[in-house]
């Protein structure tokens, strides 16, 4: 029988590594170790080997960091699902990428999502965070890459990661629908 390998932290290093990925982000903190793994390993690990640990620490993230920009974005998903946390993009093209043009398009105006925030909620009741992950990556690229692999962040920061926990009542969702070159040939 295989083991699988499944990634865990005690409490205090889910705490710890929140809190560094919110001082990176913040203050310029240094990353330590413990945050460069987990970064690697959420990077590197498929939907189906994320486990408790991770969502635990985006939770913690997603309640307490409150970003200065609003981008718009996206998710590409085979079923709506609501209230789990999931890796968007900044990138269009991206999410046409990893959808194959079926399943569901998620889009979230984060300028709409966020408005009330900062005025409804205080740090650790943050509702419609998202966190700026491709951020931490070109951070990263920028000071010597800080120990992650040069193929981290050349395959990685084309996809302008974010973590955000999805809420259909304040998003978008709209079908893939594949051209049908048939239709581009027909006469009206």
Same mark, same amino acid.
């Given at each position: 029988?295989?083991k699988k390998?499944?990634y865990?932290? #005690? #409490?205090?290093?889910?705490?710890?590594? /929140?809190?560094?990925?919110?001082?990176?982000?913040?203050k310029? =903190?240094?990353?330590t170790?413990?945050?460069?793994?987990?970064?690697?390993?959420w990077?590197?690990?498929d939907?189906k080997g994320?486990y408790? /640990?991770?969502?635990?620490?985006w939770?913690?993230?997603?309640r307490?960091y409150?970003?200065?920009?609003?981008?718009?974005?996206?998710r590409?998903c085979?079923r709506r699902?609501?209230?789990?946390?999931a #890796?968007?993009t &900044?990138?269009?093209? !991206? /999410?046409?990428?990893?959808?194959?043009?079926s399943?569901?398009?998620?889009?979230c105006?984060?300028?709409e999502?966020l408005?009330?925030e900062?005025?409804?909620?205080?740090p650790?009741?943050?509702?419609?965070?998202?966190?700026?992950?491709?951020?931490?990556?070109?951070m =990263? &690229?920028d000071?010597?890459?800080?120990g992650? !692999?040069?193929?981290?962040?050349?395959n990685y920061?084309?996809e302008?990661?974010?973590?955000? &926990?999805v809420?259909?009542?304040?998003?978008d969702?709209?079908?893939?629908i594949?051209?049908d070159?048939?239709?581009?040939? &027909?006469?009206?």
């Amino acid at each position: 029988m295989r083991k699988k390998f499944q990634y865990c932290l #005690s #409490s205090q290093e889910k705490v710890e590594i /929140a809190q560094n990925l919110i001082d990176i982000v913040r203050k310029k =903190a240094e990353i330590t170790d413990q945050t460069r793994g987990f970064i690697g390993n959420w990077i590197l690990t498929d939907s189906k080997g994320k486990y408790k /640990a991770y969502y635990d620490v985006w939770d913690i993230v997603l309640r307490n960091y409150l970003p200065k920009e609003r981008p718009l974005l996206f998710r590409s998903c085979r079923r709506r699902y609501d209230g789990r946390i999931a #890796s968007f993009t &900044r990138c269009l093209e !991206s /999410a046409r990428k990893f959808s194959d043009e079926s399943g569901f398009l998620i889009v979230c105006d984060t300028q709409e999502t966020l408005i009330d925030e900062t005025y409804l909620y205080d740090p650790g009741q943050y509702k419609h965070s998202f966190y700026p992950l491709v951020k931490v990556l070109e951070m =990263a &690229r920028d000071g010597g890459g800080w120990g992650f !692999s040069g193929i981290i962040l050349r395959n990685y920061i084309g996809e302008e990661e974010y973590i955000m &926990r999805v809420d259909l009542e304040n998003m978008d969702t709209f079908k893939w629908i594949k051209d049908d070159p048939k239709e581009k040939n &027909r006469t009206r």
